[in-house]
């Protein structure tokens, strides 16, 4: 069966020929799932049996845990995906071509045990491939709430910020206060688009579980911090340069993309509007930033 999904604006087919499986009605990514004949972005051909071929060599890049491994392989990007709850049994492998435009996975016994959902691409492994198909100067994926107003045209305003400064706190005032649609409340893909730039909502939510397929115009930037009130001050350009940075999901094992990022990173700023929020976390805070809307 062939499954597409649409994030970020880049659709992926699913190719899995051996297996029928879709997403639980509550499953975040059933909303990204797409109809219709468009040409995908990428291919990713699924393939399963009792062995894996294991990377040759010494990782580029490793993750604390052994969640993910790294290898390059003839220009390939090759993922190896270990499962610590199995006691670190390797359970996928999944290689890219150098351009993340096609690929493939493969899935060992361990990786189809109960517990396990059926979705190939399974966290992290989508975000594994956005991260690396959108540094190829296709946008970035930042860690932040998005929030979008209106419909005539619609516009979108990023609250930007590391685990714990406040993002699905945010989200949860913003949805109940109405009036807007919050596109995730953790992990939201930013790209160019003409003179400006377009936010996307993802599946990859975070403690509020907001996720939302809805897309908008990026019209502000907001840099968060708690404070003892509500305050909006101007961000100067090192300190928003460094807090996207360090809240960007880019590729750092990737010279070439990196250089894009941090290029890319600099034009958002030159061209959409940055402040520092420090704020209460209660219903007053979104009382204060509607205050601010044009």
């Known amino acids: 069966m062939n499954v597409d999904l649409s994030i970020g604006g880049v659709r992926i087919r699913i190719e899995d020929p051996t297996r029928e499986w879709r997403f ?7 909303a990204f799932v797409v109809n219709g004949r468009a040409e995908p972005d990428i ?5 399963r049996g009792d062995s894996l071929p294991v990377p040759k060599g010494d990782p580029v890049y490793s ?3 052994g969640l993910w491994n790294l290898h390059r392989e003839g ?9 610590p709850a ?4 390797l359970h996928r492998i999944a290689r890219l071509d150098p351009a993340v435009m096609r690929g493939e996975v493969r899935i060992a016994p361990a990786g189809e045990r109960n517990g396990f959902h059926p979705y190939p691409l399974r966290y992290p492994l989508d975000e594994l491939i956005l991260i690396n198909h959108l540094a190829r100067r296709r946008g970035t994926i930042l860690h932040a709430c998005g929030v979008v107003f209106g419909d005539a045209p619609p516009r979108g305003w990023l609250f930007v910020g590391k685990s714990g400064a406040g993002k699905s706190t945010l989200s949860r005032f913003w949805r109940e206060a109405g009036g807007a649609e919050v596109l995730s409340d953790d992990r939201v893909i930013l790209r160019p688009e003409g003179e400006g730039f377009r936010i996307y909502g993802t599946p990859w939510h975070g403690d ?10 990026l019209e502000r930037i907001f840099l968060l911090a708690h404070g003892a009130e509500n305050r909006i001050t101007p961000a100067g350009p090192e300190e928003a340069l460094e807090t996207l940075l360090l809240n960007c999901f880019a590729p750092f094992y990737d010279r070439a993309g990196m250089e894009w990022t941090v290029d890319f990173l600099h034009l958002l700023l030159r061209r959409v509007p940055v402040a520092r929020l420090e704020f209460v976390p209660d219903e007053s805070a979104i009382r204060h930033l509607r205050e601010e809307r044009p």
């Open 208 to 217: 509020a579980r907001v996720s939302s397929a809805v897309t908008a115009p």
């Open 86 to 89: 199995e006691g670190g049994a």
């Open 75 to 83: 220009g390939d990007l090759v993922f190896s995906l270990g499962a």
């Open 63 to 65: 993750t604390e845990g």
């Open 24 to 30: 639980a009605p509550l499953d975040p990514h059933a």
């Open 43 to 47: 291919r990713m051909s699924i393939h």
